[in-house]
């Protein structure tokens, strides 16, 4: 039985993830701001500082997997670009790189990053913001970010996802990750039916939006089922899947750019 890491554990996909590997029988490490085994604020250095630790003794320095579902949606206020990009982005690159030594000593350890759709869908995303995430300037971010005004927070989370599939895929191939036998992928579901998604659905702004936007197959996605998606990613099945960003969001990603290759 094997050992997981998985962030954003109390709520949505994260928690639909934590709950089917627990009930597989394997030992779940899981780190959310709600109270959790490890309990942190992934929106401030200091909190990624502590459950990046707090995890590694608990995992006793080997970790054969991690799942990083911690994440803010484009809700409307002033401070939730900060928020955004800081659990987002930071919340998965900082936890991983401290998780590294312990994702090798695992044999064939495999990461799934939670992405998003929106990292194809959403229009103009400004490239400055995302090389702002890459080189690691939040400040640059957050100017880059501010002209938006109520659209920050949209762009922001778009921002977000695009950086840190782009992340995922460098560090996979070209940061010796796979030298070290880690499989780091990233998946990107649509809108799928969480507390995240509920609460987007519930301002009349937002909710119009979601219901205007393209999705070949109707409806939203499952938990559960995108969860069954993870924990293939996380199994002896998946050893030969690396860098990749698997898209399950009813055909959005397809509908937008069928002729992208
Ligand atoms: P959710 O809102 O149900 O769960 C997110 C979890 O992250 C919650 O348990 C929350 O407490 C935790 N979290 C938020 N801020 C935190 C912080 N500062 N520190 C520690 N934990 C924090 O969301 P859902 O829908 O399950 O989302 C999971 C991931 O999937 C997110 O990264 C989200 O961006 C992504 N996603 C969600 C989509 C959707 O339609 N639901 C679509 C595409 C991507």
């Known amino acids: ?155 922001a989370y778009a921002a977000s996802k695009v950086a840190i599939s782009r992340w995922v895929r460098r560090t996979a191939v070209t940061r010796g990750w796979a030298g070290a036998g880690i499989r780091l992928n990233a998946i990107a579901p649509g809108a799928v039916l969480t507390p995240l998604l509920d609460k987007q659905l519930a301002t009349p702004a937002e909710a119009k939006q979601i219901k205007r936007f393209p999705v070949p197959i109707g409806g939203y996605g499952d938990a559960d089922q995108l969860a069954d998606w993870v924990v293939f990613m996380l199994s002896d099945s998946a050893d030969f899947l690396c860098g990749s960003v698997v898209f399950v969001d009813g055909g959005s990603d397809a509908w937008f750019r069928a002729d992208d290759w």
């Open 1 to 155: 039985m094997s050992t997981y890491a998985v962030t954003g554990a109390a709520s949505g996909m994260g928690r639909a993830v934590a709950d089917q590997l627990r009930t597989a029988g394997h030992t779940v490490i899981d780190v959310d701001i709600v109270e959790s085994t490890v309990t942190a604020d992934l929106s401030t250095p200091a909190g990624r500082r502590s459950a990046a630790t707090e995890v590694l003794e608990r995992a006793d320095g080997r970790l054969d997997g991690a799942v990083m579902a911690a994440g803010l949606g484009p809700a409307p206020g002033r401070d939730r670009p900060r928020l955004i990009a800081e659990v987002n982005y930071f919340g998965v690159v900082d936890l991983l790189e401290a998780w590294r030594p312990a994702l090798a000593a695992a044999d064939r350890a495999k990461v799934v990053v939670f992405a998003s759709n929106s990292s194809t869908t959403v229009p103009v995303v400004p490239g400055r913001a995302v090389r702002g995430f890459l080189d690691g300037d939040l400040e640059k971010v957050l100017r880059t970010l501010r002209p938006f005004g109520k659209q920050a927070p949209t762009f």
